[in-house]
């Protein structure tokens, strides 16, 4: 088990670039999560599916912040324009809620640097 | 609504002493609670979880946390704290009413081991 796989790990662009980073959940999972993780602010949901269908975009912070999941296995968080203000570590997580496994994996994040 | 608090946000003990990271959660339902681990510019790993079945949990590397509902209590414990154990320290609830799999983070606490 590769667990939840992001890329890219570490993201440098210019403010007004669009940026997207990509997760893969672990197999057989069917929920996915994306956190945001910045000093000022701590870890922040941004959206949530299930079964591959957004469930909650209320933390999604503004109409610049897009993601989609195409497929169950994989997904996309895409800024369009960024801006210095974006840059933090994005996080994404699955879960599987079947009785005999109970529990959220995290990848090992994106750190986004909008210059 | 579901939230959690923790009380601390830096604890220091020395190595080989014992460890407690407090939290204290609030949630409409019959919560399920986690305590999460960040080491420096790492992702987040599951150290423990409770989803209603025996009150006292044991997690990965000597860790444990008591549910206590009278309390609204999850505290996380180690008889015998280790270097390798500094890290950030994440309490987290999700309200068990399936179809509401979010979860919300507390503040965190830094754990710093002196030697």
């Known amino acids: 088990d590769a667990g939840v796989i992001q890329s890219p790990r570490h993201e440098v662009t210019e403010m007004g670039q669009e940026v997207t980073l990509r997760c893969k959940p672990i197999?057989?999972?069917?929920?996915l999560f994306w956190y945001r993780q910045t000093m000022m602010r701590g870890l922040e949901l941004l959206i949530y599916?299930?079964?591959?269908?957004?469930?909650?975009d209320s933390g999604m912070p503004e109409d610049r912040f897009s993601a989609k999941m195409p497929n169950a296995s994989f997904s996309t968080l895409k800024i369009q324009p960024s801006e210095p203000r974006d840059s933090a570590v994005y996080f994404c997580?699955?879960?599987?809620?079947?009785?005999?496994?109970?529990?959220?994996?995290f990848g090992s994040g994106t750190r986004l640097t909008v210059v | 609504a579901q939230s959690v608090t923790q009380l601390d946000s830096h604890v220091s003990v020395s190595e080989g002493t014992p460890v407690l990271l407090r939290c204290n959660y609030s949630s409409s339902y019959s919560p399920s609670l986690f305590w999460y681990v960040q080491h420096p510019n790492k992702g987040l790993q599951l150290l423990l979880k409770?989803?209603?079945?025996?009150?006292l949990v044991k997690g990965i590397n000597g860790f444990e946390a008591e549910f206590k509902k009278s309390e609204t209590s999850f505290h996380l414990t180690k008889p015998s704290a280790h270097m390798s154990d500094a890290a950030e320290y994440f309490c987290?609830?999700?309200?068990?009413?399936?179809?509401?799999?979010?979860?919300?983070f507390g503040t965190g606490t830094r754990l710093t081991i002196i030697p």
């Open positions: 997580a699955s879960s599987s809620f079947s009785t005999s496994n109970y529990g959220y994996t």
């Open positions: 409770y989803t209603s079945a025996a009150t």
């Open positions: 987290v609830v999700s309200d068990s009413n399936f179809g509401n799999e979010k979860l919300t």
């Open positions: 197999s057989g999972h069917n929920s």
């Open positions: 599916f299930n079964n591959n269908v957004p469930i909650d």
